[in-house]
């Protein structure tokens, strides 16, 4: 006999699969393998309680506040613990229940259907700006062509393409002086039809730079206010074009003056639903959700955000993650932004594990080779 302590990061249908489990047992071992930690807030001390029997009734269970059996006070947060296969369980038992029961119901469902992403796409950064906080990445004219070539090669899908940098305290710029910086880019990626061989996206809130981007062969807008201008949305409905809908606390000016949440994940998933509900009212029909990393959040934010990233995946849309040699790796290990590339991939790598499908990044090369090996060791 030979036993053997598994990783609980494999992909177990396939694991099955190779067992010669049968289809239908599969999936229904693979809902007992999984567990899922469910953070519930401000639940009704009576549904608590009900909760907590019923789910030690089918071997979960709920972690509750001191008190909660006596009632000692009308709400209480609570931590659910439960597989897969007991999550669908008592999404059924508690549709009949009272006490908000009903609503935590839908929800659990909702969590069940959640599906990480199977492939991830690396999208390079060109800027086209002299003042970008990382100096690999600015690049003009025929310059930035041959890069975007390189990029190509290394492996790259998508290529997103700015004029204007979005750093704290960085300088604002006329919009004629963006679309001077972009538009050489533009007409060049046309020219050589280079939208042939990747996607290109505009990193940009401006509609005038905007709709010569898409013009020019650009399919994605990648758009750092959320879509705070309905002008911006008309663009992108015109071009039928997919939006990068990022969440930013103030502006790029002020964004890091003392940036305060009460609950992170909920007023940042409440922000991407709210925004992708106006993308779909104007039309747009593809959406990819950017929590904003180092984009008015601190350290311990941009951390929570990156740990718990599955948690917006409950809003049904594709997650890009940007945290390429930002502050954030500096302020664990005081680096330079040259001296981030290690840190990069970390966070990126546990962005993909927990849900990220696209990794914006200045380093091409190391991502799509990092990411050979994760998929080669999660598989």
Same mark, same amino acid.
């Given at each position: ?69 006596? %009632? ?140 010569? %981007? ?64 106006? %993308? ?42 940007? %945290? ?56």
């Amino acid at each position: 006999m030979v036993v053997e302590k598994l990783n609980t990061e494999i992909d177990i249908k396939r694991f099955l699969e190779h067992l010669g489990v049968d289809r239908g047992g599969v999936s229904i071992l693979a809902s007992k393998a999984k567990i899922h930690i469910v953070s519930i807030k401000e639940l009704n001390v009576g549904g608590a309680n009900i909760l907590k029997q019923d789910a030690l009734s089918i071997g979960a269970d709920l972690a509750v506040p001191r008190g909660t059996v006596v %009632a000692k006070t009308p709400k209480v947060d609570c931590l659910l613990i439960a597989t897969t296969a007991q999550l669908q369980k008592l999404s059924r038992k508690e549709l009949a229940q009272p006490f908000g029961l009903k609503e935590l119901a839908a929800k659990l469902k909702t969590i069940v259907h959640i599906k990480k992403p199977e492939t991830v796409e690396v999208m390079g950064i060109i800027n086209a700006n002299d003042d970008s906080f990382f100096s690999g990445s600015r690049f003009t004219n025929e310059s930035a062509i041959k890069r975007i070539e390189q990029m190509i090669e290394e492996g790259a899908s998508i290529i997103d393409i700015g004029g204007v940098s979005s750093a704290p305290n960085a300088k604002s710029v006329s919009i004629e002086e963006e679309l001077s910086r972009v538009k050489p880019i533009c007409d060049l990626i046309q020219k050589h039809k280079l939208y042939e061989k990747a996607t290109f996206s505009i990193d940009s809130f401006e509609p005038e730079v905007i709709e010569y %981007a898409l013009k020019s062969g650009f399919t994605i807008v990648n758009d750092i206010t959320g879509l705070e201008s309905d002008a911006v949305c008309r663009v992108a409905a015109k071009y039928k074009a997919k939006v990068v809908i990022m969440h930013m606390q103030g502006k790029p000016k002020t964004m890091q003056k003392k940036p305060k949440y009460t609950n992170i994940l909920d007023e940042v998933s409440s922000f991407l639903s709210s925004r992708a509900s106006k %993308a779909k009212e104007f039309g747009i029909e593809s959406i990819v959700l950017d929590v904003g990393i180092g984009f008015g959040k601190t350290l311990e934010d941009n951390l929570m955000l990156i740990k718990h990233m599955e948690h917006f995946l409950a809003l049904g849309y594709p997650l890009l993650v940007g %945290a390429s040699r930002k502050s954030m790796i500096g302020h664990i290990d005081n680096s330079s932004v040259e001296k981030r590339l290690g840190g990069t991939l970390a966070i990126h790598l546990e962005a993909v594990r927990n849900g990220a499908s696209i990794v914006r990044v200045h380093d091409v090369y190391e991502h799509s080779q990092a990411l050979k090996l994760y998929k080669a060791l999660v598989l």
